[in-house]
């Protein structure tokens, strides 16, 4: 009996009914794709085309082949009770990285289940063998204060503040990337781990093996993507709140900051600055004047960034011509409003490439020929109310199957417009991304969290795993979006903690929905969104105007730092903001430890982020000697130190012989 077959490259099995290819995909990976009826769908939902190796292909016997590539070894073996085909992959010395799991003889167990749906699509579920001791990093972002997930069951979906990019790295020696768009689940249990499809067509991942953590991130990199270069703008101080809602009150902010001397590089204006969701447009009672509002603020500097959100309201201006000419999401049944906010409003299909034409044309007339270059695309999920995906359908296929792809193909529309117009360094701030969302020059933030403590330390958390799934620029509301009132004396401390933890981030930006808020109504007498509390960095007394301003210049001294990360990021896909173990791999300590990390490679940050906590403990990686940027005193690495945290600073650590300009001034 012949179950195996070399051709074009691949390595093909056939067994009851199932097919399954092996491809080289980069070096040192391997490609696994499988489907029923001996026909697997073509096609990469995320994969690049990648550059083309040659594989070492051997055809053991009836029973057994292997695929080499580089690092990596796929030894497949095909079972005696019932032939089912097991795969496991190992490295270069033979150690096991990751196994399929057997069929476990009279269990007849499946590593790759398919459960038929009706219209011709299956319910999947593929299974490994879990060692229990495995630590496991990535998957997007998700509201927790957990750092290694192994044992953790996590939702293969995006909502507000939950990026979903099945991407892990393993400290066995491998990547892992579920190909998959599907809404689904993965369990990293402590027996096994199951990634779970509600619908899809075939079963679809791509392993990769290295002997570092960084080489690993760059072989992901480069089969799915790399960020443009970070424009210049990108590198300083980002002034925003929940909302400026004219255009005096942001010229008014702007002037004020250039008459403080205080450098700011982007104002973003907010949501609702349009008519009706869907008008993507200035709302001339609020801004008469866009073009002379743009052009004045580039004239102190300052680059205007302005919301965009992809609903379309019911009474918008192009709701009916989208309707007919089928630009929008599909509701399955029922009534057709899809998140009811301000109005009955529907998502665009930005899965659609027709869609991405119209919209974006609509931008360019209303915002880019005011001088506008940057987008803040909010609502990337896209927030269905209730997320009930299975409702809904896009141009490229149900939600159910594919929904995980809207937030990439939303900033697609927003770079692929931009490209046509000549422009290179491109970056658009996203609520929510997939893989390969980075190469579309998406710079992520986590989406309306609270402002505590809890949420603080989440967001050290969800930026690590964020840089370890492949997206290097992401970025949080400075201070947190909700719940934050100007007056609380506890809330200025956490605010004053977390701009110093911004200072150090991909991008700094500070955000909120500050309290008391104001309601806005226009001359109609219709109640519009409301504004919120002043959010800038003179609006909370004194003490935290002089901190916060000296944490914005301390930005500015990195630019020459930051820009170098940037490089790295577009180059190589490196993140900028990093788990210790990126930079330390040998150590094991550094993989349980995520209230520090690496900004870049000389860099270590310590955020102090305990309610009224005045010192902290920090561990210094084994390696290196390291020196307080504060005092200029040296530490031996290797050990865990307490460190006082005045409210006016944050534990950061230099390299010795590196970055030493910051001395004295953290």
Not at 12 to 26: A, C, D, I, K, N
Not at 76 to 90: A, D, E, K
Not at 411 to 438: D, K, P, T
Not at 469 to 482: E, L, Q
């Amino acid at each position: 009996m012949n179950f195996f077959e070399r051709k074009d490259n691949c390595l093909y099995f056939r067994g009851e009914g199932e097919l399954v290819r092996l491809s080289p995909w980069g070096q040192n990976a391997i490609r696994v794709e499988s489907a029923l009826m001996d026909q697997i769908p073509a096609g990469e939902i995320a994969l690049l085309k990648a550059e083309s190796v040659q594989p070492e292909i051997s055809l053991l016997d009836e029973r057994h082949a292997q695929m080499r590539n580089g690092k990596i070894t796929a030894n497949l073996f095909v079972q005696p009770w019932g032939n089912g085909l097991q795969i496991t992959f190992t490295d270069r010395a033979g150690k096991v990285l990751l196994q399929e799991i057997s069929d476990g003889g009279a269990l007849t167990r499946k590593a790759r289940s398919f459960q038929h749906l009706s219209g011709g699509n299956y319910r999947l579920k593929a299974t490994f063998a879990a060692d229990p001791n495995e630590k496991i990093f990535g998957m997007g972002q998700y509201q927790q204060e957990i750092f290694n997930l192994k044992g953790c069951n996590l939702e293969l979906a995006h909502r507000n503040s939950q990026a979903s990019i099945p991407f892990y790295l393993s400290d066995l020696g491998y990547g892992f990337l579920w190909h998959n768009a599907a809404i689904g689940e993965v369990h990293f249990g402590l027996n096994t781990t199951e990634w779970v499809a509600q619908s899809t067509k075939k079963l679809d991942y791509w392993i990769t093996a290295g002997d570092s953590p960084s080489e690993i991130e760059e072989r992901f990199a480069a089969v799915t993507g790399k960020v443009p270069m970070m424009p210049e703008y990108g590198l300083g101080f980002w002034q925003c709140k929940l909302r400026y809602y004219e255009q005096e009150q942001v010229l008014s902010v702007a002037r004020e900051y250039k008459k403080r001397g205080i450098p700011v590089d982007v104002i973003v204006i907010d949501y609702y600055h349009w008519p009706r969701c869907g008008d993507w447009r200035f709302d001339t009672e609020y801004f008469p004047d866009p073009k002379a509002m743009v052009s004045e603020l580039k004239e102190m500097g300052i680059q205007t960034m302005v919301s965009f959100w992809p609903q379309v309201d019911w009474r918008s201006e192009n709701f009916e011509e989208m309707k007919q000419q089928g630009l929008l999401v599909k509701s399955h049944a029922g009534v057709d409003a899809q998140m009811v906010f301000h109005g009955n409003n529907v998502f665009l299909d930005a899965t659609n490439p027709r869609t991405r034409e119209y919209v974006w044309e609509k931008c360019r007339q209303n915002y880019v020929d005011c001088g506008i270059d940057l987008f803040w695309l909010d609502e990337a999920e896209p927030e269905f109310t209730g997320y009930a995906y299975e409702m809904y359908r896009l141009y490229a296929g149900d939600v159910s199957e594919v929904g995980n792809i809207y937030p990439r193909e939303y900033s697609r529309m927003f770079y692929e417009g931009q490209r046509r117009l000549g422009r290179e360094e491109i970056v658009n701030l996203v609520r929510c991304a997939w893989v390969g969302s980075q190469r579309y020059g998406a710079l992520v933030w986590s989406g309306d969290i609270w402002s505590s403590y809890e949420d603080f330390r989440k967001q050290i958390c969800a930026g690590l795993h964020m840089g370890i799934s492949g997206i290097p620029w992401w970025t949080t509301d400075i201070g947190g979006f909700h719940g934050g009132n100007i007056h609380d004396e506890n809330f200025k401390e956490l605010l004053v903690r977390w701009f110093a933890f911004g200072t150090f981030l991909p991008v700094m930006r500070l955000h909120g929905f500050r309290q008391p808020s104001e309601r806005i109504f226009n001359r109609a007498g219709e109640e519009r969104e409301n504004t919120g509390a002043d959010n800038e960095v003179w609006s909370y007394g004194q003490e935290a105007y002089e901190i916060m301003k000296k944490f914005i210049f301390i930005r500015e001294s990195l630019r020459d730092y930051t820009r170098s990360l940037m490089r790295e990021a577009h180059e190589k896909g490196t993140p900028v903001m990093r788990a210790l173990f990126y930079e330390f791999p040998e150590e094991k300590a550094c993989y349980n430890i995520w209230d520090e990390f690496m900004f870049g490679g000389d860099i270590l940050v310590a955020p102090v982020c305990h309610e009224h906590a005045f010192s902290r403990e920090v561990y210094l990686p084994q390696g290196a000697l390291w020196v307080h940027a504060g005092t200029g005193e040296r530490y031996e690495g290797g050990k865990s130190y307490l460190i006082a945290a005045p409210i006016d600073t944050i534990p950061v650590f230099l390299r010795e012989g590196r970055q030493a300009y910051l001395i004295g001034k953290i």
